[in-house]
Every structure is written in structure tokens, then in C-alpha cells.
């Protein structure tokens, strides 16, 4: 089946500008991770939906940042403000529930090819 | 603290050579997984294999191997007769039992395997 999609691939944009970033998660998997590698920098961790809620909002780096999540597929990133810095790979993962609790069941996580974006 | 080392920032090895990528983690967590994903120049990070901490056999997988010993707190991959097709940026990741499900991601080795 088809795997994670993001779009746009690449995006440009002017400093102070909103842009906003879209994951489609493979069918089925109801959680979804959105992640974010910075040129020469590992991939650190922004924010996890389970369903349409976030349990862990902990990366997001400024209130600059959100995301949502409808009918527990699609998800958005938004970045109000763009800034210089915030120019990234920013990747969408996605991985079925299997709850909590139950250990040894921690599912793989399964990665989109990014979005390039870059403030100019 | 949870965190990963991946010490090794750049490897080049001539086809055919034999080549082990580290991979050191710190967790408190007595549960945990590990995980390694290759990312080519596409971009896309691809899933290699995960490992529960409590199974520490380790696995062949063609040309493929992972070493796991809970006592060096290491999850160290080596590929056997490397290949051009295997230059990517290797990614280790940890996920804590206790943790939420986001992984802790190392910086990642660059291995560039020259013909």
C-alpha cells in the first residue's frame, strides 16, 4: 500500500510568512509523529497525535508552532512567522496503536520523504 | 537521561570492505527499543530493524547485521561487503517504554562507499 506522503516537497518562503505543511499517514496507522532535521543537526522530536489528540506536544519550539489533526488522518503543521532558523527537512511519521501499557508492543514508525522548506 | 551516540560523523570504505556503525544509548528505562533507518540522498528515511531490550539475540539480514549487548549499552550495525548502493546516512533510535512514543534520534553516521 501506499506509504506516508507530504507536501509540498519544498517550499520557499520570506521571513514572516505563514506556511503550512500537510502529512497523510499510511491507512490505519492512528498515530502520527512529526519530526524535524536541521542541516547538519539529527532529527529532533516536534509533536505525536494519537487520533486527533496530542498527548505529547513537548518539541514544538515556539508558540510559533502548531499542528492539528482531523479525522484521524491528515495533519498540518503551521508555522506562523517564519524565522531563518526554521528552515529544515521537516518529516511526518506515522505507526499503529497497539495502547498503552502493553509492553514489547511499541510499533515502528514509519517515515514520509519531507518537506524541504526554506526561509529566505 | 535518554539520549544516543552515534560518534562516528563520516565513514568511507572501498567496495567489498566490511563496516561497523556505533551506536551507544543511555536510558533508565528497564523496557525499550532500538532502532536503526537508513536515509539515502532522497531523503526518505527507510526502517532497517527494531529491537526490544529484553531480546538480545542479534540478527543477520543478508549482508546485514546488529549486535546488541545491554552491557555497553550498544546497538552497533555492520554491513558485510559493503556496497555503493549502501552510501546513505545511518540514523539509531531509541524509544523508552515509559517514555511517550517519540524516538530519540542519534546525528547520524554518513557512509560513503567508493567503487
Known amino acids: 500500500g501506499a506509504g506516508v506522503s507530504q507536501s509540498p516537497s519544498n517550499k520557499v518562503t520570506e521571513k514572516g510568512k505563514d506556511v503550512e505543511l500537510r502529512c497523510d499517514p499510511i491507512?490505519?496507522?492512528?498515530?502520527l509523529y512529526w519530526y524535524r532535521q536541521s542541516l547538519g543537526q539529527g532529527l529532533e522530536f516536534l509533536i505525536y497525535?494519537?487520533?486527533?489528540?496530542?498527548?505529547?506536544k513537548s518539541g514544538l519550539p515556539s508558540d510559533r508552532f502548531s499542528a492539528e489533526r482531523t479525522g484521524g488522518s491528515v495533519s498540518t503543521l503551521t508555522i506562523q512567522r517564519t524565522q531563518q532558523e526554521d528552515s529544515a527537512v521537516y518529516l511526518c511519521?506515522?505507526?499503529?496503536?497497539?495502547?498503552?501499557?502493553?509492553?514489547?508492543?511499541?510499533?515502528?514508525?514509519?517515515f514520509g520523504p519531507g518537506t524541504r522548506l526554506l526561509v529566505l | 537521561a535518554q539520549k544516543v551516540t552515534q560518534a562516528q560523523t563520516e565513514i568511507s570504505v572501498v567496495e567489498k570492505e566490511d563496516v561497523t556503525l556505533d551506536c551507544v544509548y543511555e536510558?533508565?528505562?528497564?523496557?525499550?527499543?532500538l532502532f536503526w533507518y537508513k536515509q539515502p540522498p532522497s531523503g526518505e528515511l527507510v526502517f532497517l530493524i527494531r529491537?526490544?531490550?529484553?531480546?538480545?539475540q542479534n540478527e543477520i539480514s543478508g549482508r546485514y547485521s546488529w549486535n546488541f549487548q545491554k552491557s555497553t549499552s550498544s546497538f552497533n550495525f555492520t554491513i558485510t561487503a559493503s556496497q555503493v548502493v549502501d552510501s546513505a546516512v545511518y540514523f539509531c533510535?531509541?524509544?523508552?517504554?515509559?517514555?511517550?512514543?517519540?524516538?530519540?534520534f542519534g546525528t547520524g553516521t554518513r557512509l560513503k562507499v567508493l567503487a
Open positions: 529491537r526490544n531490550s529484553f531480546d538480545e
Open positions: 491507512s490505519g496507522h492512528t498515530a
Open positions: 536510558t533508565r528505562d528497564t523496557t525499550y527499543y
Open positions: 497525535f494519537q487520533g486527533n489528540s496530542a498527548p505529547d
Open positions: 533510535a531509541l524509544s523508552e517504554e515509559r517514555g511517550t512514543y517519540k524516538y530519540i
Open positions: 511519521a506515522s505507526s499503529f496503536w497497539l495502547g498503552a501499557g502493553i509492553v514489547g508492543l511499541r510499533e515502528t514508525q514509519y
